[in-house]
């Protein structure tokens, strides 16, 4: 939506070699495709004409690419649930950069289909509390049925809601996957001395202000960015790209994904799909665009 809204930066570089044109318009843009091999040249061999593969690839009815950039989804899962590998890794990239630990007390801002896959992996990686947190309704009743241990909204209550589900100490993680800069002062608040946040939305050229000067200054927290193109050097040489993509396809099938897809629309709807999710984005949590 920021791409689609004009919130990047024009001048900065895409992020992907399938993607065409620049942040600024016009764009061929997307990068959660999946599709079925319908030819394969003679020197493909991990791969099979019927094959559901996943590939980081712009919203298109038809493409050519390496066989390397074809990933095979497995056996048993939907076309559906894969669209969201994409997501997926990202929330697992997100819980290594948090450094997640046995009886952390986690709190997640935003309850969009990151963050509520973001949820379900805390719940896996050993989080004793997972407060998610969200202004729509919708969404923090998705968190709840995706195994959130209470969803609460932003606002002056949150503190004290927090500090209530943490024996009184605060939050060990802050996570901001919401895309509002102001879940950033909302996350100082609500945690323990010496926690730690993760900043992992994009916000684009969207300002951000935070204010330094009381608890982040005095409780020594910390702040650091979570993106998906790159692994935490501190994991090396144990943690590769390979392995977390690998984790992501494991967890594929384990995890409540399709009930996170609310709106399915054809390619050729595309145009309305996006005029609901920028109008009417409480209405939604993730749209899929079908081909058939």
């Known amino acids: 939506m920021l791409v689609y809204r004009g919130q990047v930066d024009p001048g900065l570089a895409l992020d992907l070699p399938t993607l065409r044109g620049s942040f600024a318009f016009p764009i061929k843009y997307g990068y959660a495709s999946v599709g079925c091999v319908e030819a394969a040249g003679p020197e493909v061999t991990r791969l099979e004409i019927g094959d559901l593969v996943f590939v980081h690839h712009p919203h298109q009815t038809a493409y050519v690419v390496a066989d390397s950039a074809a990933i095979l989804v497995p056996p048993r899962t939907e076309p559906e649930a894969a669209v969201l590998l994409a997501n997926l890794e990202t929330a697992v990239n997100i819980i290594l950069d948090a450094h997640v630990s046995v009886g952390d007390r986690v709190i997640v801002f935003g309850q969009g289909v990151v963050g509520l896959?973001?949820?379900?992996?805390?719940?896996?990686?050993?989080?004793?509390?997972?407060?998610?947190v969200d202004p729509v309704v919708r969404r923090r009743e998705a968190a709840l049925l995706v195994g959130a241990d209470a969803a609460i909204e932003p606002g002056p209550s949150l503190v004290e809601q927090v500090k209530a589900l943490t024996d009184g100490a605060g939050a060990d993680i802050a996570i901001e996957v919401s895309g509002?800069?102001?879940?950033?002062?909302?996350?100082?608040?609500?945690?323990?001395?010496?926690?730690?946040?993760v900043a992992a939305s994009w916000y684009g050229t969207k300002p951000v202000t935070l204010h330094l000067g009381g608890a982040f200054h005095r409780n020594r927290l910390r702040i650091v960015s979570s993106q998906v193109s790159h692994i935490d050097p501190a994991l090396g040489p144990s943690w590769t790209r390979e392995r977390r993509l690998q984790t992501a396809i494991d967890l594929l099938p384990k995890l409540k994904i399709r009930e996170l897809i609310t709106h399915r629309f054809s390619i050729a709807e595309a145009r309305d799909a996006y005029e609901m999710l920028d109008e009417h984005p409480e209405e939604a949590i993730q749209v899929v665009f079908r081909y058939v």
Not at 117 to 129: E, F, I, M, N, Y
Not at 180 to 197: E, K, S, V, W, Y
Request: glycine share 8%; no cysteine; charged share 20%.
């Open 117 to 132: 896959l973001l949820t379900q992996v805390l719940k896996r990686s050993g989080a004793r509390t997972v407060i998610a």
């Open 180 to 197: 509002n800069p102001a879940a950033l002062d909302l996350a100082i608040d609500g945690l323990r001395f010496q926690g730690t946040i």
